[in-house]
């Protein structure tokens, strides 16, 4: 007698509870990779990192030069893809976005500082220009540009083009642009590299200001300071995390 072939298993996935909004953290690496094709081979920038950064507050990713921080918080802007794991931001899975999805959603809820001035400003515009386009970028009004300049101590530089400005007054300038409109997630790598004692701590206070805010920060740095400010520190060494 014929066996009837018994219909397959409706495979129902059990319902995902949704966190309360709260539990969601701002960011979560888990399992990361991420290499380099360079000439001479591939370079392992990270190492399965498994790193959570809490929401509202300052974290920071320490560890020596060559550690994997720039990657770490590259990997976390979607600027480049992890060669393996699963990065999430306040929830949504950025390894499986396209890289138009990553976009915007850098542009709406991400403000960056890169580690190079370079890659942050426009040279053609003035320190107030920048912030007006980072805050018409994210679709909100520049009300604050002046009071973000005062904040990173720039507040007579506002007419200053990147050519006339040092190194770390581009970059508190590029701070400035990143906080306009408040977003969600703050990225800054090496804020303080170009900064004398002075403004490295009163750069300090001012993340330490947005945080106090609400925002979340998640800061590449190996500055004492910046590290004494941190709620939260993720070591990197050789790529691994070396202890959260
Ligand atoms: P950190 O910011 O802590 O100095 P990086 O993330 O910049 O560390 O670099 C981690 C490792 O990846 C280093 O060995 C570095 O030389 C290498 N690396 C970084 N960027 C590139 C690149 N574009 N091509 C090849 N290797 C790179
Ligand atoms: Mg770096």
């Known amino acids: 007698m014929p066996?009837?072939?018994p219909a397959p298993p409706e495979i129902v996935p059990p319902p995902t509870?949704?966190?309360?909004p709260d539990s969601v953290p701002a960011a979560r690496f888990h399992e990361v990779s991420v290499d380099y094709d360079s000439g001479a081979g591939v370079v392992h920038a990270l190492r399965e990192v498994d790193a959570t950064?809490?929401?509202g507050r300052l974290s920071v990713v320490a560890g020596p030069s060559g550690s994997g921080k720039s990657s770490l918080l590259r990997a976390l802007a979607g600027l480049l893809r992890a060669r393996a794991g699963v990065i999430h931001v306040d929830g949504t899975d950025v390894t499986r976005l396209r890289s138009g999805a990553r976009r915007r959603l850098r542009r709406s809820a991400m403000g960056i500082v890169l580690q190079d001035p370079a890659d942050n400003?426009?040279?053609?515009?003035?320190?107030?220009?920048?912030i007006e386009l980072a805050a018409r970028l994210r679709?909100?009004?520049p009300v604050e540009a002046s009071a973000l300049l005062a904040v990173v101590d720039l507040a007579d530089r506002e007419g200053s083009r990147p050519d006339e400005l040092s190194g770390g007054e581009q970059q508190r300038v590029a701070f400035a642009a990143a906080a306009v409109g408040r977003p969600a997630l703050l990225l800054a790598d090496e804020p303080t590299a170009e900064l004398d004692a002075a403004a490295g701590?009163?750069?300090v206070d001012a993340m330490r200001g947005l945080?106090?805010?609400g925002a979340s920060l998640v800061v590449a740095s190996h500055d004492s300071a910046v590290i004494a400010a941190a709620d939260h520190v993720v070591a990197l060494r050789d790529g691994r995390v070396a202890s959260t």
């Not at 509870?17 to 309360?20: A, E, F």
């Not at 400003?121 to 107030?128: C, H, K, S």
């Open 121 to 130: 400003l426009v040279e053609y515009l003035t320190a107030r220009e920048q």
């Open 53 to 55: 950064f809490a929401r």
């Open 3 to 5: 066996v009837p072939d």
């Open 201 to 203: 701590a009163a750069l």
């Open 17 to 20: 509870p949704r966190d309360p």
């Open 139 to 141: 679709g909100t009004d």
């Open 211 to 213: 945080v106090d805010g």
